[in-house]
């Protein structure tokens, strides 16, 4: 055997290679699916729309112009059946991206598997279910903290007993990432999640002390990588060295396999640009070197976003392209074939172990205060993070963290992969959301008929209830509810009435200044602007209302332009997010505002923008001008700017200090002021 064949014989398995993936129907969804896996894809991850993610059927009010948006639209046992048919779920590994109703999902999952004839036991996938980062950074929570970690401790509990290779819950530290968090705050505020979910589990007497490490070994990661390469692999090696000491000291866990770091990993989207957006594929690939270069924490799976994801939804050709760089990685180098390439280099053993104290100590303050439910609560954790954010975007803009093609090398030849921007992204035909609320509502007429014979979901919702109201787990409660051809929005609406619904911090008023309003700087002059402005139009400060139409839950940029609104003088009015058209109205005329943006990444600005636009002409408040900021293609800005919007901020708006400044522009033309020049 020649020494090039010893290599390949000796060489480690591949990760698994994903995409997260889904939108549409649950028949778009399915042949996506299908195609992937025919390229080389080993597991599936699925994306669900927000109304599936927050509880709601598509035909609810705040649902409207999120149906199949950001993923697959799941509101019935029939559509999970559709979602996965052809695809034997016995053999599959599936990533399912849900928290507030990961167990509805995942009965759901459950009962397809068991009427394909699979053996429940053999399942293996994963379920997202955390939901502290949905209160701090991605919104889709529904219940309050005590309630919803009810329902991730039950799930953890029956998983063990009942589906043994599943992974329950997925710790995501992906988007605290995304909402700003520093490596230590992302290592921190995730053991602080792990620590509060696992001593759940213990303390809820569900599972006996000896199957305790099966728990352990089934809590696995999901983490987000950036493009600063050495530090994100040094976190992963911090992550696994912190796990195995928690593990090993407060639960006493000896099993050094139970006790393994178990994660996957879909690298930044934060820092993808819209601007020249073909330098996102060298950052992706440069990021995925971080969670695969490592042998001793190298990620168990790895999801990649496509090269236009700052622009709109990827296009089946931009989600092959992200699945061949893990390809090229993993089946043309030589990266497999060796042990950890970084073992005794001093300076990753110093920057590791920097981290892992760190990280320490924070994990140690948020204990102090209770635990992360008390830190969620108190609103420690979503200020720390909107600090965090707003110092990264002071560095931004300031130039002293350089983005290429953002704020440093701007010029560029056209490119001819934007050349028609129609066309570089997916779009989602709008005459989907009207189908699929036609198909809900037919399989509300007939679930009951042939050949699906359901029993009446009355009596299951009930026992739901019931066992919601008392200390049964609820899994089981669930599962009847999936067979019974219950709604996603009925399943949620049964816990919301025993439940109630909870109102995340959003961290806006405690998070301090990000950016010295100095003499001669940008800001005092945006400060000089609101001043004049206030005084010329006879208040004593200018109103801006930031809303959030919808369910999508990215608050991120929403709270950077209201921190930075009330640092130039503004009143802010904040609600935080999943408000309708009519409610955002009602508190502008309320609080008597100048001003009202709107922010929207989700793709329902070209229904939900419009709405509020109509809302205020008919109040007679066509005086107050209207921004919209998101992830908004050129087409639809263009649409929204005739419907009367004032402006439109993209991700290549990056200056928020700039769009402040535009804001009291836009106010002043409003009020027929002349406009304002402030000398600099």
């Known amino acids: 055997m ?15 290679m994903r995409t997260y993936a889904g939108h549409s129907t649950a028949e778009a969804s399915n042949e996506l699916y299908r ?72 009965a759901l999952y459950q009962v397809v598997a068991e009427e394909q004839g699979a053996d429940i036991t053999k399942l293996q996938g994963t379920t997202q279910n955390d939901i502290v980062k949905e209160y701090l950074s991605r919104g889709t ?32 530290s992906y988007h605290l990432q995304e909402a700003g968090a520093t490596p230590v705050q992302e290592i921190a505020y995730a053991m602080s999640t792990a620590i509060a979910v696992l001593d759940a589990v213990r303390d809820s007497g569900q599972v006996p002390e000896e199957k305790f490490g099966d728990v352990v070994a089934r809590i696995s990661f999901f983490v987000n990588a950036g493009v600063r390469f050495i530090e994100e692999m040094c976190k992963m090696r911090a992550f696994g060295r912190i796990w195995d000491r928690i593990t090993r000291e407060r639960y006493g866990i000896e099993n050094p396999k139970q006790r393994r770091f178990r994660y996957g990993v879909q690298v930044n989207s ?50 092959q392209w992200s699945l061949r760089i893990q390809q090229v990685l993993a089946h043309e180098s030589d990266l497999l074939e060796y042990e950890d390439i970084f073992e005794g280099s001093h300076v990753i053993e110093a920057k590791v172990a920097a981290l892992v104290e760190e990280s320490f100590a924070e994990i140690e303050r948020i204990q102090e205060m209770g635990g992360a439910m008390a830190a969620v609560e108190s609103g420690y954790l979503k200020s720390q993070l909107v600090a965090s954010h707003a110092e990264r975007r002071g560095r931004i803009e300031s130039g002293r963290e350089k983005i290429v093609g953002v704020n440093i090398f701007e010029t560029t030849e056209p490119n001819p992969l934007t050349a028609d921007l129609d066309t570089a992204i997916q779009t989602v035909d709008p005459a989907v959301e009207a189908r699929v609320i036609a198909s809900l509502q037919h399989w509300r007429d007939t679930r009951y008929q042939p050949p699906f014979n359901h029993p009446r979901p009355c009596k299951a919702l009930e026992r739901l209830k019931e066992a919601a109201k008392g200390t049964d787990n609820l899994m089981e409660a669930t599962l009847e509810c999936a067979r019974a051809g219950v709604t996603t929005g009925e399943w949620a609406g049964a816990l919301r009435e025993v439940f109630g619904e909870f109102r995340a911090p959003t961290g806006v008023s405690s998070a301090p200044v990000a950016i010295p309003a100095e003499e001669g700087s940008a800001l005092s002059q945006v400060r000089r602007k609101v001043e004049l402005t206030a005084k010329d139009m ?22 950077q332009i209201a921190v930075r609104a009330r640092d130039a003088g503004f009143e802010v009015v904040y609600q935080g997010i999943r408000l309708t058209p009519e409610q955002i109205v009602d508190a502008a005329l309320a609080e008597d505002v100048h001003a009202v943006g709107l922010s929207i990444l989700s793709g329902s600005h070209a229904q939900l923008v419009p709405d509020v636009l109509e809302r205020l002409r008919v109040a007679g408040a066509t005086d107050i001008p209207v921004i919209a900021g998101g992830i908004i293609p050129n087409g639809d800005a263009e649409q929204l700017k005739e419907a009367g919007v004032a402006a439109v901020f993209t991700p290549k708006d990056f200056d928020i200090t700039g769009i402040i400044g535009r804001i009291v522009d836009e106010i002043r033309k409003a009020n027929k002021l002349d406009p304002l020049e402030v000398p600099a």
Not at 157 to 171: D, G, L, Q, R
Not at 283 to 297: F, N, P, Q, W, Y
Request: proline share 7%; with cysteine; aromatic share 6%.
């Open 141 to 172: 929570h529904v219940f309050p903290p005590g309630p919803s970690l009810r329902l991730t401790t039950d799930m953890i509990a029956y998983t063990v007993s009942h589906i043994p290779k599943w992974n329950p819950i997925n710790i995501c």
């Open 538 to 559: 006879g208040v004593g400060k200018l109103r801006f209302l930031v809303g959030k139409p919808g369910l999508d839950g990215h608050s991120n940029g929403a709270e």
């Open 270 to 319: 934060l820092g993808l640009t819209e601007a020249q957006p073909e330098n996102n594929v060298q950052r992706i690939v440069l990021e995925m070197l971080a969670v695969t270069l490592s042998k001793d924490a190298r990620a168990r799976a790895v999801q990649l976003p496509a090269w236009n994801e700052a622009l709109g939804l990827p296009r089946p050709w931009d989600q």
């Open 35 to 106: 195609r992937n896996l025919a390229k080389g894809q080993t597991g599936l991850s699925v994306a669900f729309d927000l109304p599936t993610q927050t509880g709601y059927d598509s035909d609810h009010i705040l649902a409207r112009g999120e149906v199949g948006r950001v993923g697959v639209p799941i509101a019935h046992l029939g559509d999970m059946r559709r979602l996965f048919q052809d695809i034997p779920l016995e053999q599959m590994n599936t990533s399912m991206t849900i928290n507030a109703t990961a167990m509805w999902l995942l």
């Open 2 to 16: 020649t020494e090039r064949q010893e290599d390949e014989r000796q060489k480690d398995r591949p990760w698994l």
